[in-house]
T-cell receptor
Framework: AQTVTQSQPEMSVQEAETVTLSCTYD???????LFWYKQPPSRQMILVIR??????QNATENRFSVNFQKAAKSFSLKISDSQLGDTAMYFC???????????FGTGTRLTIIP | DSGVTQTPKHLITATGQRVTLRCSPR?????VYWYQQSLDQGLQFLIQ???????AKGNILERFSAQQFPDLHSELNLSSLELGDSALYFC?????????????FGQGTRLTVV
């Protein structure tokens, strides 16, 4: 079975600082996708970034980037120049080809302090 | 706006009752997923439909059922409701079932059972 683990239930950081959220996963599959979703207080689920497992290059979306370590099964999210609007729950998620469900971690509650 | 529409946004009902949650996927998306998120919890996968057929099943209670109609909208039926069924129910859609490169989420239906 595939599992996704987020070991940091809560984090806080000063505005404009950089923060890294951790995620590890367990799978025997080779082809899969990894995602980070953001859930602000509005409860909307927003895709932040995704990574294809077959790509060695780490994905980047503006201030958001990932550190994908396939051998270590690690997929961390780095937020640079953090902003107040980044305050949210962040979920790491995983899906592999042939499976039909997006498996989520338990989430990290991130608070950006003014 | 993700393009996925869920109705209603809020629902309050009594124990023992039955409710129907509705989801309209993004235009062109054949796959619909249902997730349950209890308070301060992660997302639990319930069920997935692809082009009208059930494709995958998660931890969905027997009191719950779903279907996807020819126009691709989906409904999640919850019956004999219990207090513990109070949660946020998300619908997500994507283009492909097997190669789910991205799932777009609706805004959720908040169900309160009293």
């Amino acid at each position: 079975a595939q599992t996704v683990t987020q070991s940091q239930p809560e984090m806080s950081v000063q505005e404009a600082e950089t923060v890294t959220l951790s995620c590890t996963y367990d799978t025997s599959e080779n082809n899969y996708y990894l995602f980070w979703y953001k859930q602000p207080p509005s409860r909307q689920m927003i895709l932040v970034i995704r990574q294809e497992a077959y790509k060695q290059q780490n994905a980047t979306e503006n201030r958001f980037s990932v550190n994908f370590q396939k051998a270590a099964k690690s997929f961390s999210l780095k937020i640079s120049d953090s902003q107040l609007g980044d305050t949210a729950m962040y979920f790491c998620a995983f899906i592999f080809f042939g499976n039909e469900k997006l498996t989520f971690g338990t989430g990290t509650r991130l608070t950006i302090i003014p | 706006d993700s393009g996925v529409t869920q109705t209603p946004k809020h629902l309050i009902t009594a124990t023992g009752q039955r409710v129907t949650l509705r989801c309209s996927p993004r235009s062109g998306d054949l796959s619909v997923y249902w997730y349950q998120q209890s308070l301060d919890q992660g997302l639990q996968f319930l069920i997935q439909y692809y082009n009208g057929e059930e494709r995958a099943k998660g931890n969905i209670l027997e009191r719950f059922s779903a279907q996807q109609f020819p126009d691709l909208h989906s409904e999640l039926n919850l019956s004999s409701l219990e207090l513990g069924d109070s949660a946020l129910y998300f619908c997500a859609s994507s283009v492909e079932a097997g190669e789910n490169t991205e799932a777009f989420f609706g805004q959720g239906t908040r169900l309160t059972v009293v």
